[in-house]
């Protein structure tokens, strides 16, 4: 008995997995900052149209971009989602797998913030310098390059607050960090004075660039592989701690939080998208051309992704904290065009 | 020896009488006591923690089984909907949600008028931050289903915007709204004069028991039931290929398998299989099903599949201790009167093992139910579960997640709105462990018998 049972039921098995090569809806993984726009779209496409509702995974930009390099066909990913840019090295993984035609949208801007809890010290203003004097193993003290010999914010600043450093970054697998390493520590370590110190000390102009981007990792700077919602929890148990979210997630939580300007700038929408707030990064999502016609809804998925109404400074998108992007219509056309990067662009 | 060695010279015997205790016996009972006491602490403890643990699952998450919603008459504007007034149903659906938006931001507003509320908002689109962003989706669903609504004012029951919400779930306070930019003190003046006129009501919302999920922007509108057809059907996919496969091989290996290095060795490795941890099964759930045998990513069938590996092990070495408890008598009773070994086993073991043989199963099964971490891998996890499966072969293979996916993927997200829902799946998914344990116990209670 038992054994006609298992047979019918591997039978089952067998005639499900020849039946699977058909997919009708567009599945999307990668950042997971771009996760919640990715689901509005998909939950509105839904919605609108009569394709399915698109299948939105996260994972990271780089566990994205590395599902979406392995391909061609239904059993791979349509849509990888991005908080930077493709690399060069991801663009040749795809070659090699035969993902050679890419197209890539931008869908807007992202800030990044740093914030703290409500009711804790008063972290209001920081500047570049203040986070890379924290956090670098390596700061200047009196024109000249030592170890790092700070414990409390106040001692390089006597504006800021006389407690212990203590900073929740991103972790590695995230795009957050990377932006954080360029356009705060390593914009910190320019403006101290201490790219050009590690120079004159005889390194090279790229040993100095790597150098300025080292953070301390002596437990001062705690690296966050999971999502915003555990920064949150950190900095909630941790009344002296700061950290680092997106825009739109400190605006889901302003009950809880408290955010410091960055150079005299506060972070919002406006000053992101006229540039003066400097920490913003612009978020992608990359198309595999060859599954545009196979899956079905997908160049729909893309297209209805930038529209005005969706992406616009008016949309839902702009409403939940992605600061839209002012060259929207050149990629409304290109992905209208199917424009591939590399291609003629 | 009728003489026994009684101390007869009237000296006090040694050990003092039994009614009085000596040193030793006070320590030794003291010890006891106190071993006692030690018992009772952490029993006590036990069930503070569980206590604690109920309280702060059913405080936090009794309030994701009533929503707010906002009761509206809507007047569907033929101008705005079908403009060329020849109800074609392809034009009709040629306005995006987006169009009808204003048309139930308007009738809001007019709600507000009617109820004699004083406020400062008396432009329609003020009136966005109170509804869920789900109601254009709702009214052009109504409207396209029926055609014929166009050009009449309907009533709709939306659901109110998380915020509103979260201010009569007490989630959302006043004193915080400063620096919110979802929403301020006035439209909160609004939903109290709302509140007072009826047109807004908090009820219970089925909803979030037999909806789907819904994206970051509309905590809201989100609900586990899709996931939890998921659910079912890995399930269904656990219960079809493991009981058999489980208890076809302890069968074999108990009754019929030669005792060998072999069978030692087959034994000892299903012992170790049951103790892997579960990530391991996904990720070569994730090397076989996906890569190799080219299954869709996110499908139920795979998650069973993983799953069905998973709890294998724990149905084989329930089964097989159930088969052991079959007292041997029975088996040379059944082969005495001229059965064959297999008519043995399967007229006489196996129905008299099969009580214990259910209730590893419904374990096996509750746990597997439970499990997230294999999901991770093999694309359960996001936003999967928007679309309910319609039939078997769909429910299989088309991407859905998992009920304690969706909890992990709530607790992820950022409104606060969505931290209460994830507490309240997790009393959804408690009761459905609970009700397979009850089931597993009364099965036991009621067929298994004692040799």
Known sequence: MSVKLTASALAIAAVAATSAAARDQVQVAGSSTVLPYASIVAEAFGENFDFPTPVVESGGSSAGLKRFCQGV????TDVANASRKIRDKEIKACAENGVTDIIEVRIGYDGIVFASQLDGPDYSAFTQSDIFNALAPKVMVDGKLVDNPHKKWSDFNADLPAEDILAFIPGTKHGTREVFEEKVVAAGCEATGAFEAMMAAGMSEDDAEDACLEVMSDGRAVDIDGDYTETLASIDANANGIGVFGLAFYENNTDKLKVATMAGVEPSTETISTGE???????????????????PGLKEYAEFFVADEIAGPDGPLAEYGLVSDPALVETQDAVAAEKTMGGDS | ??????????????????????????????????????????????????FVLLFAILTSGLGAFQQTFLTVP???????LDKKGNRNIDDIKKVSTFGYNPLIQKAVLAEVQKAGIETPLTKSKEMKALISASAAGQVRAAVIENPALIGQTVEFKFLASSRVDGYLKDRVKREHLARDKNIDAEHLDIVDGLLEAGVVAKTFNPAFIFGADASESRAEQAGIGVSMLGSLFMMFVVLFLALPLGVAASIYLEEFAPKNRLT??????????????SIVFGILGLAVFIQFMHLPQSAPLVGGLVLTLMTLPTIIISTRASLKSVPPSIRDAALG??????????????PLAAPGILTGTIIGLAQALGETAPLLLIGMVGYIASNAPDGIASGLLDPNSAMPAQIYEWAKRADPAYYERA???????????????TLAVILRRRFERRW
Not at chain 1, 73 to 76: A, D, L, N, P, V
Not at chain 2, 74 to 80: F, H, P, R
Not at chain 2, 264 to 277: G, T, Y
Request: charged share 20%.
């Open chain 2, 337 to 350: 009167v001229g059965a064959s070994k297999m008519q043995s086993v399967f007229h006489h073991v196996l």
């Open chain 2, 423 to 437: 507490w309240g799946g997790i009393i959804i998914l408690l009761i459905f462990l609970i009700s397979m344990n």
């Open chain 2, 264 to 277: 030692d060795l087959i034994e000892v490795n299903i012992s170790n299989l049951a103790a892997v941890p």
């Open chain 1, 277 to 295: 707030y400097p920490v913003s990064r612009p978020l992608f999502f990359y198309v595999k051309k060859a599954h545009i016609g196979v899956i």
């Open chain 1, 73 to 76: 066909g239904t059993e791979h």
């Open chain 2, 1 to 50: 020896m009728t003489d026994a060695s009684l101390p007869t010279d009237g000296a006090k015997p040694q050990s003092g009488s039994l009614t009085t205790l000596d040193a030793r016996t006070k320590k030794r009972n003291a010890a006891e006591k106190r071993f006692r006491a030690y018992g009772v602490a952490a029993i006590a403890t036990g069930i503070t923690f569980l």
């Open chain 2, 74 to 80: 809507v007047y569907l504007d033929e101008a705005k």
